[in-house]
């Protein structure tokens, strides 16, 4: 392990390892199988890559993505580690060159799609060098019950079977205790040692909000606190994509669009585009994101329910990878309910599919709706043993805890409403009927005439339907996928007005009014002296970035220009001294960053 804290330093200029990052690498560096579960951001990727340079032969890391390959690599390669990509970005020659120099030993790591790594072409090609390491990236892609099923990822047992002597080293940031098992079974990692690491991102403030007008209620989100920031808005399909992206744009901020529909030189080029540039906000369905390595993503935001809090605590990973404070912001209704189970039901999936997709849902609903730290609910669903002491103190529900009041008479009148209106209408006309508003719709059906017609007249619409939302979510009604979106009576009902049962329901939440932006705690601890240079080393590094083709955070992240700024390092020893410059940057970068600080220095008058 000596060796391996030397290439930790001197290559890749950290000087500690974190968590279970030691026992990870010495496990593999020995020729030991691992299944590692680690956040995003946890630094799942020195886990391979460090053994990959201890083992001979050269490591094939098995990725799903074409543009986090390509990052990968270019980050590799500003610190000197002998890296490439093997995929249908390159041309024909290209592909001949890259497999020619893994032939003569000249890689230690090669990226390859797993489409591209099955083919009986590459297994014959890599039989014939040494390998170090097999590393499967984004390992839950193997789950059929996951969000991210990848069908090739199925039939990745066949490197076990060719390559038996071979270590193997397959990475997660996001799987519950099924689909663990589904990645051992279907990996052969029977023998496999597992490596779990905690869930927690205490950094990521977690916020779900009653849905009134998402686009209103977005745009005070990034106006209040993350104006000029890079963040993520997901949205359930292809069209509410491009018309948020629009219309953010004509609110004059910087926002640009990612869906599976666009052609994939749009949507390269819109990927570059986030990758590269500072306060973009990508608009995208769920296509986009896997495997995104940009640290200063500063909040992701849902506009729609995610399927699952597997598809939820992924996406909002993708915020604040590098440890600084992050957002991550949904808005919630009545209408995601109703819309994620009628598509489950208008599936075309097998029925135990559709039931493991239901538990699922079920699940996330329970998150949006619970009353206790949504952190915890995270964790424990992780299956990470915590106890209600523990709660953050950084959700929305820890740091404005909602009220909570005995509905069961206003509950009983709605589903009484549903029963008498025949339980083939939508939340919208049950409401109508409750309140008692004489609408055509009202009329036409006689519901004028139900003795449930105005008996919640005292409640606003906004608390109607708060109230059908949550008893959708409870389970005390379902949806008619067939009839658009009609409610019905379900068992569990029967108890409630019969009057057996009680229902506690939590009070609407309203958007409360920030604090402000979300400043890093690193950054506003830094004087003014501090932040002209932390100002100056960042021009730098997007000059830098530019004329390597190169996202900035690839150059340094801005926990190291912070670090930079703070120190003020006149000599290379002291450069050395720093978080995240290893040999090969300190070579390459040391004499213009000391010419910077030395700069900054004279004229900021120290």
Not at 193 to 218: C, E, G, H, M, W
């Amino acid at each position: 392990m000596s060796s391996a804290l030397n290439i930790l330093k001197e290559v890749f200029g950290y000087p500690a390892f974190r968590g279970q990052q030691a026992e990870v690498i010495g496990h593999l560096a020995s020729g030991g199988d691992c299944l590692v579960l680690m956040p995003t951001g946890g630094g799942k990727s020195l886990c391979y890559q460090i053994p990959a340079l201890l083992r001979d032969g050269a490591a094939i890391v098995v990725s799903p993505l074409i543009a986090l390959m390509q990052n990968q690599v270019a980050a590799l390669h500003e610190i000197g580690v002998r890296a490439a990509v093997l995929n249908s970005s390159l041309s024909l020659q290209q592909a001949a060159e890259v497999e020619q120099k893994l032939l003569t030993g000249e890689y230690d790591l090669l990226y390859v799609a797993p489409e591209r790594l099955l083919t009986a072409r590459f297994l014959n090609l890599i039989s014939r060098i040494p390998i170090a390491l097999f590393a499967i990236d984004e390992a839950h892609c193997v789950s059929q019950w996951g969000h991210d099923f990848r069908p090739e990822y199925i039939q990745l047992s066949v490197l076990h079977e060719r390559f038996p002597l071979v270590p193997r080293i397959a990475l997660t940031a996001t799987a519950d205790m099924d689909t663990r098992k589904e990645i051992i079974e279907r990996l052969g990692l029977d023998e496999a040692r597992i490596f779990v690491s905690s869930f927690d991102r205490p950094n990521i403030r977690y916020q779900i909000i009653d849905k009134t007008n998402s686009r209103a209620q977005l745009l005070t989100f990034l106006r209040t606190e993350h104006l000029g920031d890079t963040g993520i808005v997901y949205c359930l399909s292809r069209k509410k994509v491009e018309e948020t992206a629009a219309w953010l744009t004509a609110q004059g901020l910087r926002a640009i669009a990612y869906h599976a529909g666009m052609s994939m030189q749009e949507r390269s080029l819109n990927q570059e585009r986030f990758l590269r540039e500072e306060g973009i906000i990508m608009v995208a369905t769920i296509a986009f994101g896997m495997g995104i390595d940009k640290p200063d993503v500063r909040f992701v935001a849902h506009l729609d329910l995610p399927r699952s809090i597997e598809g939820y605590y992924q996406e909002t990973g993708r915020a604040g990878r590098d440890g600084q404070a992050a957002s991550a912001w949904m808005v919630y209704g009545l209408g995601d309910v109703i819309q994620q189970r009628r598509m489950i039901e208008e599936s075309e999936a097998q029925l135990k599919f559709k039931q493991v997709a239901a538990r699922k849902l079920e699940a996330m609903l329970s998150l949006c709706e619970t009353t206790t730290c949504r952190r915890l609910r995270i964790l424990r669903y992780f299956g990470e043993t915590t106890n209600d002491a523990e709660a953050c103190g950084n959700c929305d529900v820890c740091l404005n805890p909602p009220q909570v009041w005995d509905a069961t008479v206003e509950v009983q009148k709605a589903l009484s409403c549903v029963y008498r209106s025949g339980q083939t209408f939508g939340a919208g006309h049950l409401i109508d009927i409750l309140r008692g508003n004489q609408t055509e719709r009202v009329k036409e059906w006689h519901h004028d005439r139900l003795s449930t017609f105005g008996i919640g007249k005292e409640l606003p619409e906004s608390t109607w339907r708060g109230i059908f939302r949550q008893i959708v979510a409870l389970g005390l009604l379902t949806v008619d996928s067939e009839s658009h979106g009609a409610l019905h009576l379900t068992e569990a009902s029967r108890a409630v007005l019969k009057g057996q049962q009680t229902i506690q329901l939590r009070r609407q939440t309203k958007q409360t009014q920030a604090s402000g932006k979300q400043i890093s705690a690193d950054v506003a601890l830094l004087d003014e002296t501090e932040r002209y240079l932390w100002e100056q080393l960042r021009n730098w590094r997007a000059k830098m970035a530019k004329e390597h083709g190169v996202p900035a955070y690839v150059i340094f992240h801005d926990a190291t220009l912070r670090e930079l700024a703070r120190q003020c390092p006149k000599t290379e020893d002291e450069l050395r001294q720093v978080t995240g410059i290893g040999a090969r940057k300190l070579d390459k970068y040391g004499d213009y960053l000391i010419e910077i600080l030395r700069n900054c220095e004279s004229r900021a008058g120290w």
